[in-house]
């Protein structure tokens, strides 16, 4: 396969939650690619800083606030960002997400409804707008899910992240199936523990070492280790995936209980 199946020049792009850490980093490697991308989060003062200095290394980048828990704010946030991007948006990257923390006794209701609209609710308002947009246009698509090998693996403290990352896959698998017949492909990408500027100070302490040795590779991911997958899903490199689910991980998944 040629490398050029790996680019994404023509493309349109929105990525969520793109404000900092793994989203920033994701538009930024979509527009490396070729794409124009828009970035979509509550924070427009931190996009419009990241926008600048993407345009400033001669990508092409846009912003658009957008909270991924309500309809209207989605469908407006999409309709403008078609309206910069100067078309329809062919690749979606739902990556807006929360973790919330807490043993399940002590999770509130009003927690519990934080990580799962932000987590699921929003990657359903998101895709869907998007794929609707994709049908009555006509136009193939890639839908990528930033779920979590969380979704896959049971952990202490977080139920309602796990909760909303396994029904995030299987939302992945169910969309996979009744898109299908649209071109429009739709995949999640499952991260393991990546290394970001807010998970560095606890991964320094103890506890933080004591994960880290349950992980084969004995180290977090790099963010850049995340590009290939990404990439991959995005273009045509993976024009015959559809309901699959990439683990990137250090082979932690693999490791004994």
Request: net charge neutral.
């Amino acid at each position: 396969m040629s490398v050029d199946a790996f680019g994404l020049e023509g493309r349109r792009a929105l990525v969520t939650g793109a404000s900092g850490g793994l989203g920033l980093h994701f538009a930024e490697v979509l527009a490396r690619a070729g794409a124009e991308v828009v970035l979509a989060a509550r924070r427009a003062d931190r996009l419009a800083a990241e926008v600048e200095r993407l345009r400033e290394l001669g990508l092409r980048a846009h912003a658009v606030s957008m909270d991924v828990t309500l309809a209207a704010s989605v469908q407006a946030g999409v309709a403008e960002a078609e309206a910069l991007a100067g078309g329809v948006l062919d690749v979606l990257v739902n990556n807006a997400g929360v973790s919330g923390e807490g043993f399940f006794l002590q999770v509130e209701e009003a927690d519990w409804d934080t990580v799962i609209d932000t987590n699921l609710k929003g990657s359903y308002l998101v895709s869907r707008t998007v794929a609707r947009r994709l049908v009555e246009q006509g136009s193939p698509g890639s839908i990528i899910h930033i779920a979590s090998i969380l979704g896959l693996r049971v952990a202490g403290g977080v139920a309602p992240y796990g909760a909303s990352k396994a029904g995030l896959i299987h939302l992945t698998k169910a969309m996979a199936l009744e898109l299908a017949r649209h071109r429009i492909r739709v995949n999640a990408l499952a991260p393991g523990y990546i290394e970001t500027d807010f998970n560095r100070t606890f991964f320094a302490k103890d506890a933080g070492q004591k994960l880290l040795a349950r992980i084969p590779f004995r180290r977090l991911g790099h963010m850049r280790e995340l590009d290939g997958p990404l990439l991959l899903l995005a273009s045509e490199a993976g024009s015959y995936m559809s309901g699959s689910v990439i683990e990137v991980d250090g082979g932690h998944l693999c490791s004994t209980l």
